[in-house]
């Protein structure tokens, strides 16, 4: 969704509604043309009776679509609902949502800030799904795991907790639910939050996929702690630093003593995506960006791992209940390998050579590093998480990051890459294996009524 076409909404007149779903019938696409009824029809009441919940019909009709990862027509219909009631709470974070997918940063903050001081519980239902999951996340940042895809809107019922903004008696206030995923995904942002969502998690009775202790030990300063000793695994030294550098002479010590050498990958902590991701070549350099930085920097050391061709490699691979499947491999001439931006459509050879790996990665990774990835996913200890890396030349693996917070999405159906869409299935089925067998006979027991004990 491109940025016109997010700024675009639904018309205000119920006569033009009433004529665009006599077009989708006409069309065959019935579902279209019921939205387009149900705005006329809200658009009328509301334009009769002010103040009722008319446009909480259309911010549905949005949800709708938004469940279906029809992320350019939700953003319309959500417009077209906030016009009505400015106060719509899941209108703002869905929105929010949406714009963080399309890499609109602030524009997704803003909306999110909206959305949970108004209300903390936002619960996303189509039919009647066959379990309530509650989704513990954060609302004031963006360290959440993306659950749109694990969690699709004709198995389960998303239940919505911005914790961060939650007092500790709403916890008690929550509707029904069979179980917890605690989606706060990144361990810079959970780390503040870790006495209260302890204080929830005690008075839960339900399964919890996600523990915040496992999350915790995926700091990148951790990583060598954690994944060090696994057989066939090099991760790069990494510093967490806390405040700009007194000296050019302290920062020297201080990555001596950790063993980060030039060049050197500097980061905010609880950033993603790349964002102000910068390679200093030499201390000056990175003196002078830490001293322009505020909060806690990630620096680690940059390994030139270029492949023959002359392109940087990047495999990830999801674990679901400690499992691995194959995602997606990123080949890029640039050393910040990101998929977006590698243009991967663009270049058949690159694709196929992902495609192999989709189909077979033990074939194109190797006996060792298939060991590898499968230590690191029982070392993790997440019900959900990933790893990105590549492939050295004498079959190791050189792990960039270890954690939760790992992006799953569908392609387009009518687009280049629909073909990886089957993949992504296989981790979607996985995942509802296993809240399968985590709720269990609980399902029955919510759905009939009973609450969780907090």
Known sequence: MDQSASRETEPHD?????????????????????????????LEESAAMPGTGAPMKICNVATGYFMKGEFEAAARWYRLALALDANLAIAYQNLAAIHSHAGRSGEA????????????????????????????????TSGNV??????????????????????????????PFDLVFNAIGDPDVAAPLAGRLEHFLVRCDR????????????RRHLMAALLGDVADVLLAPCLSFEC????????HDALA???????????????????????????EALHDRLRICSGTQYLSTFHDNRYADGCYRKYR????????????????????????????????????????????????????????????????????GGIDFTLLPDGRLLVFEANATMLVHRARDSGPLANKNVYVQRIVDA??????????RRGEESHSGSAPQL
């Open 146 to 175: 993306p659950v749109e895809t694990l969690l699709p809107g004709d198995t389960c019922c998303r239940i919505k907790y911005a914790i961060d903004y939650a007092a500790i008696e709403e916890d008690r206030q929550l509707p």
């Open 317 to 384: 691979i999801i674990f679901v209940d400690r499992e691995p499947f194959p995602y997606h491999l990123a080949i890029s001439r640039h050393w910040m390998v990101h998929y977006f931006s590698a243009d991967m459509a663009k270049y058949p050879e690159r694709m196929a050579e992902e495609r192999r790996f989709l189909e077979d990665p033990g074939a194109i990774l190797g006996a060792r590093a298939m060991a590898a990835v499968a230590a690191i996913g029982r070392r993790l200890d997440l019900d959900y």
């Open 244 to 251: 700009p550098p007194s000296s050019r002479a302290a920062l």
């Open 109 to 140: 903050e803003a909306c999110r800030e909206r959305a949970y001081r108004i209300q903390r519980v936002f619960i996303e239902c189509i039919g009647e799904p066959m379990r309530r999951v509650l989704i513990l996340c954060v609302g004031r």
């Open 257 to 283: 003593a950790t063993g980060v050498v030039f060049p050197v990958l500097a980061r905010p902590a609880a950033s993603h995506g790349g964002q102000e991701l910068v390679r200093c070549a030499s201390l």
């Open 207 to 218: 399964p919890l996929l996600n523990r915040p202790s496992a999350v915790a030990r995926t």
């Open 431 to 440: 995942f509802e294996r296993l809240q399968a067998k985590l709720s269990g």
């Open 14 to 42: 119920p006569a033009v509604h009433r004529t665009l779903a006599e077009a989708r019938r006409a069309q065959g696409d019935l579902l279209g043309a019921l939205a387009h009824l149900i705005a006329a029809e809200a």
